[in-house]
Structures are given as structure tokens and as C-alpha cells.
């Protein structure tokens, strides 16, 4: 049977102070009025049901996710006790399918992106679970067709076709966040796509690979299929590492018992990860300033500019450019967009000085 995880951890440092540790920026309710949750949802919503939606999500947000996704059940709500990286956000749930359904064929999609066209993104990922049916050794990703030499994103070197399936190849490397040069290569030979993070594979094969690949890992797991209710004790333990390094780079270097191949996904994709993405789909104006809530601006282009202040305190921007300018009910950020990146640092010094009560 078909399932879908939407990972949702992660805390979002690069759009503090929207995203705080209370709230996290997959739940932030910034596009459309809906969370990037929700959003996430609703791209897999009608592929398989919601008995088989399930979210693996930080343990203190259980709740609003809950909240949030009100169609699944409370047990689909895998929450961690703390994050340890990919790998254990998308093996944990796999062991726990697999010992639901032995056949289990599991989508991994993640929280944090905004895709358009959906209908492209539900086609690609129905061929990617007829992939894994069809094929019991394959794990497979997505290759998002570049629109231009990205320097933010991962890559896939695609190799041969697979046969009877035009849009899916077999995967030659990942290659990490390139320089300029390297991305323009990159793009220019016609032979990589970016990496979306998205997966789809049977929940066993994935174990099977984990059990080669990181057998700590993997015999932790078992125990933890075996006695959920040690989950606080035996999660923290789990080695912290990505899925790509654990399983998938190993498993397309010749280890492991599987294959590796990538669906073409040719669709508009977007990691919002910091405000200068975040801008790309708020409203506006006609100066290209992206505006979020009550403010002004006088001679003012190229801003993003979100209030969510909770006593009508009004923006009042004039004369700047290129800046991002966020206000809280707690919090004011100022900064040159082109310095948006770092954030993290501001907020560690924040954090540094003031204690938590900021982050």
C-alpha cells in the first residue's frame, strides 16, 4: 500500500524572528494564510488517504500540528524527543510502517517548499511509487529540472534512462551546493537536476540499506519497533546524520543492496528558507516591495516588509531599499536583504546574551 511522510522538523533560524522555537517555520502561517504544513499537505492531499498521511515532526509541536492537519489520525503524528538529522526522521517512520504493512511503498516529501504546477508534482510522484512497485531494489528521489545555476541547491548527475519510464534515470553522484562556476557547468551540460530532498521507496528496501549502511542505527530502530514506549531514551542516541550521507550517496556509489534513480520534476520549486524566498510569494507593491501586514513606504523598492504586530503599531518605511524589516509583537529584525543569511549568527549572539527568552 502507498503512504506519504511530510517531514517537518527543523527550526527555521533564517527566518527569526517569524520562525521562533515555540514556532517553527513550517507551521508559520505566512503564504496564503496557510502554513507550509498544510500546504504540503494539501500537494499529496487525495493521493493516498489520510490514514496513510503521517508527519514526522518535533515532539513540542505535536499538538499544532495536530491542530493544523486535522484530517489525520493522532497516531499519524510521529513526534521526535529531539531532531537527530534525516536519516532517523525518515527511518523511524519507515520501521514503524513496515511493521504495519511488510509491502509498505512510502513517499518522503518534505514541509518547507512551495511547488506549482501540483498536478506536475502528483504526476511525477504517482510514477515514483509505480518505480518502487514495480522495482523492490530502488530508492528513489526527485531531480527538479534547474531554471538557472543555483548556488543554494544540491545536485543529482542523472545517467541512463530507466527503461519504459522516459522521465526517470538512474543517479551517477549528489553533488553538494556548488561555487558559481561549478553551477553554471552544471546547468550548461544538461546532465544534472537539483535535488529536492523527496524520496519515495518501499519502507523494507530503505531498512534493509540501513541495516547495511549504519547498523547502529538500524538495530536501535529494531528495539524501538519493538518497545515504543522507549522512545524518549533511545531516540537521542541515534547517530545524527542526513539520509543522503547515511544511505542515498553510499547507496549510488556501488554499497548497499539497492539503486538509486531520480524522477524529472518539472515544476516551479522553491525552498523557502530565508526571507529572500519568503518575499518571492508574499503581495507586492509597485516598487517590489513584498509586504505583509500594516505599513507605508515612501521611496522605498525591492523591501520586505512583514508586521505582525498584535496592537496596530504601524511600519513606516521611507528612502531604503533592498532591506528586511520584520516586526513582531516581541521583535524588531533589521537588516539588508543581502545580509539575510545571517541570521543564524544574529540569533545565536541574541541567544549568546540574552538567554532563550528571544529564540
Not at 248 to 253: F, I
Not at 278 to 289: F, I, M, R, V
Request: proline share 6%.
Amino acid at each position: 500500500m502507498r503512504y506519504v511522510l511530510i517531514v517537518a522538523g527543523g527550526s527555521g533560524k533564517r527566518l527569526w524572528p517569524l520562525s521562533r522555537q515555540d514556532m517553527p517555520k513550517q507551521l508559520l502561517k505566512v503564504v496564503g494564510g496557510k502554513s507550509l504544513l498544510r500546504l504540503a499537505y494539501e500537494r499529496v492531499q487525495g493521493l493516498v488517504p489520510d490514514a496513510n498521511v503521517l508527519v514526522c515532526t518535533g515532539a513540542d509541536y505535536a499538538a499544532t500540528v495536530a491542530a493544523d492537519l486535522p484530517e489525520l489520525p493522532a497516531a499519524n503524528i510521529l513526534g521526535e524527543p529531539e531532531g537527530r538529522d534525516s536519516l532517523n526522521a525518515v527511518a523511524w517512520p519507515a520501521a514503524i510502517l513496515a511493521a504495519r504493512d511488510p509491502e509498505a511503498v512510502m513517499a518522503v516529501v518534505t514541509a518547507d517548499q512551495i511547488m506549482n504546477p501540483v498536478d506536475a508534482f502528483q504526476a511525477a510522484l504517482d510514477e515514483a511509487f509505480t518505480v518502487a512497485e514495480e522495482s523492490p531494489d530502488v530508492l528513489v528521489t526527485f531531480g527538479v529540472v534547474p531554471t538557472s545555476p543555483h548556488v543554494g541547491y544540491g545536485y543529482l548527475q542523472r545517467g541512463e534512462q530507466l527503461p519504459g519510464h522516459p522521465d526517470v534515470c538512474t543517479v551517477h553522484a549528489f553533488k553538494e551546493k556548488p561555487d558559481a562556476a561549478t553551477a553554471e557547468h552544471y546547468v550548461g551540460s544538461g546532465e544534472y537536476w537539483w535535488n529536492s530532498g523527496m524520496f519515495v521507496w518501499r519502507a523494507a528496501t530503505l531498512l534493509r540499506q540501513v541495516e547495511a549502511l549504519q547498523p547502529d542505527t538500524y538495530a536501535a530502530l529494531v528495539r524501538l519497533a519493538a518497545e515504543p514506549e522507549r522512545l524518549g531514551e533511545i531516540y537521542p542516541t541515534l547517530l545524527k546524520i542526513s539520509v543522503d550521507y547515511a544511505v542515498m550517496e553510499p547507496v549510488s556509489q556501488g554499497q548497499g543492496s539497492a539503486r538509486v534513480v531520480a524522477v524529472r520534476l518539472p515544476i516551479s520549486w522553491h525552498d523557502v528558507g530565508g526571507f529572500a524566498a519568503l518575499g518571492e510569494h508574499l503581495p507586492q507593491d509597485a516598487s517590489g516591495n513584498a509586504v505583509q501586514g500594516v505599513s507605508v513606504l515612501v521611496d522605498a523598492h525591492d523591501n520586505v516588509v512583514i508586521n505582525q504586530s498584535e496592537d496596530g503599531r504601524l511600519v513606516a518605511v521611507v528612502g531604503l531599499s533592498g532591506m528586511v524589516i520584520v516586526q513582531t509583537p516581541q521583535i524588531t529584525l533589521v537588516c539588508p536583504t543581502s545580509e539575510a543569511e545571517r541570521i543564524k549568527e544574529l540569533l545565536a549572539q541574541v541567544t549568546a546574551t540574552l538567554g532563550t527568552s528571544y529564540a
